[in-house]
């Protein structure tokens, strides 16, 4: 069974508009999230991440909240620009090695076009 | 060059041959894991490093799969005979020591290997 799930396989939104991807989880023991950006042909990008602790992390236009009694999280990218488009995957650890994150549990990601 | 290097970038091989697949972290990350991703689907997580430990190998699919980070650096992931099944992107990704704070995995940009 997924632990992370991304419900929405694509979004379509307009330049300058918000774009708001979600993510859900089942696992209450995940203490880290992630969201990665991926381009056709390259390998994941790190985005942005919260820990448990926080409901809120911002960095410049990507803003990830967290809300652990639902056991979800979204990122927004406002203003949406053309080169947001692409795959945005969910992940989430639990496992410490002596204080190095574990591995990652990933969702199946969502397509984002942002039209001109 | 500053990210994770992975070589080759693409490798055809017949099934029952052995690949060997190489993978350069960022200089000074602790931490190394391997991932594979299908079409259509998020990374899995198939094993990690720390320093020249393998922590964690709960992910390899079978006995076919290995890995080795004999140095604490460059590491490789070996496919002894493939199966047409074994076809994926195969991720690379790396992380320094974070101590008390969680620290972002980087990923390289994978290795497509196709089983004919």
């Known amino acids: 069974d997924q632990q992370v799930k991304q419900n929405s396989p694509s979004l379509s939104v307009q330049e300058g508009r918000i774009s708001i991807l979600n993510c859900d989880y089942t696992?209450?023991?995940?203490?880290?999230f992630l969201w990665y950006k991926k381009y056709p042909a390259e390998g994941p990008t790190f985005l942005i991440s919260?820990?448990?602790?926080?409901d809120k992390n911002e960095d410049g236009r990507f803003t990830v909240f967290l809300n652990k009694s639902a056991k979800h999280l979204s990122l927004h990218i406002v203003p949406s620009q053309p080169g947001d488009s692409a795959v945005y995957f969910c992940?989430?650890?639990?496992?410490?090695?002596?204080?190095?994150?574990?591995?990652?549990?990933f969702g199946k990601g969502t397509k984002l076009s942002v039209k001109p | 060059g500053a990210g994770v290097s992975q070589s080759p970038r693409y490798k055809v091989a017949k099934r029952g041959q052995d690949v060997a697949l190489r993978c350069d972290p960022i200089s000074g990350h602790v931490s190394l894991f391997w991932y594979q991703q299908a079409l259509g689907q998020g990374p899995e997580f198939l094993t990690y490093?720390?320093?020249?430990?393998?922590?964690?190998k709960s992910g390899l699919p079978s006995d076919r799969f290995f890995a080795e980070r004999p140095e604490g650096s460059v590491s490789t992931l070996k496919i002894q005979r493939t199966q047409q099944e074994d076809s994926a992107v195969y991720l690379c990704?790396?992380?320094?020591?974070?101590?008390?704070?969680?620290?972002?995995?980087?990923f390289g940009d994978g290795t497509r290997l196709s089983i004919l």
């Open positions: 992940a989430a650890s639990d496992v410490h090695y002596g204080g190095s994150q574990g591995n990652l549990i």
């Open positions: 490093f720390q320093n020249e430990a393998q922590l964690d």
């Open positions: 696992n209450s023991m995940f203490d880290y």
């Open positions: 919260i820990s448990s602790i926080k």
């Open positions: 990704a790396s992380s320094s020591w974070g101590g008390d704070s969680n620290q972002p995995q980087h």
